[in-house]
């Protein structure tokens, strides 16, 4: 299935840029005309991975965020957030609910959080090279084929 439209994001892990990521993922998904609670799960699930690259990959230093999101034509949206920092060395302890490496603040439901309000989630990481998260959402509001031009 071929993207009917797509953009691509690249910010710094700087806390700041979070919420530049969110709103700019949600811009872009606004093609598909989502109601208020789809937007806001896209938003969340995005928040989400964008803050696990800026805790968790880059820990002690500033690195790349990369975003790259895509619009098809059966209302699915697609979002990649990928990093080149520590990866993951055990992806499904990971995605256990309550599971952090950090301890303290943290609650460790960032990948759950990701799959409840998206309808697919993959995450694929190599220690040492970095993680990429893929966010599936399929949108009910118009089809993106109605909206060619």
Same mark, same amino acid.
């Given at each position: 299935?071929?993207? +009917?439209n /797509?953009?691509? *994001?690249? &910010? @710094?892990? #700087?806390?700041?840029?979070?919420?530049?990521?969110?709103?700019?993922?949600? !811009?872009?998904? !606004?093609?598909?005309?989502?109601? +208020? /609670?789809? &937007?806001?799960d896209?938003?969340?699930?995005?928040? /989400?991975?964008?803050?696990?690259? &800026? =805790?968790?990959?880059?820990?002690?230093? =500033?690195? #790349? %965020?990369?975003?790259?999101?895509? &619009?098809?034509?059966?209302?699915?949206?697609?979002?990649?957030? #990928?990093?080149?920092?520590? $990866? %993951?060395?055990? %992806?499904k302890? !990971?995605?256990?609910? *309550?599971?952090?490496?950090?301890?303290?603040?943290?609650?460790g *439901?960032?990948? !759950?959080?990701? @799959?409840?309000?998206?309808?697919?989630?993959?995450?694929?990481?190599?220690?040492?090279?970095?993680?990429?998260?893929? *966010?599936?959402?399929?949108?009910?509001? #118009?089809?993106?084929?109605?909206?060619? $031009?």
């Amino acid at each position: 299935m071929k993207a +009917i439209n /797509e953009m691509r *994001l690249q &910010i @710094e892990s #700087r806390s700041v840029n979070e919420a530049f990521a969110r709103a700019t993922v949600a !811009a872009f998904a !606004a093609q598909l005309d989502p109601n +208020i /609670e789809e &937007i806001s799960d896209i938003k969340t699930a995005v928040s /989400e991975a964008v803050t696990n690259c &800026i =805790v968790h990959a880059y820990k002690e230093s =500033v690195g #790349r %965020i990369y975003i790259w999101a895509a &619009i098809y034509e059966n209302g699915c949206f697609k979002v990649k957030i #990928r990093d080149k920092g520590c $990866g %993951i060395e055990d %992806i499904k302890q !990971a995605m256990e609910p *309550l599971f952090t490496t950090l301890g303290g603040e943290r609650a460790g *439901l960032g990948f !759950a959080v990701m @799959e409840s309000f998206c309808d697919r989630i993959k995450v694929i990481s190599k220690v040492g090279k970095g993680t990429t998260v893929t *966010l599936e959402k399929h949108f009910k509001g #118009r089809d993106a084929d109605n909206d060619r $031009g």
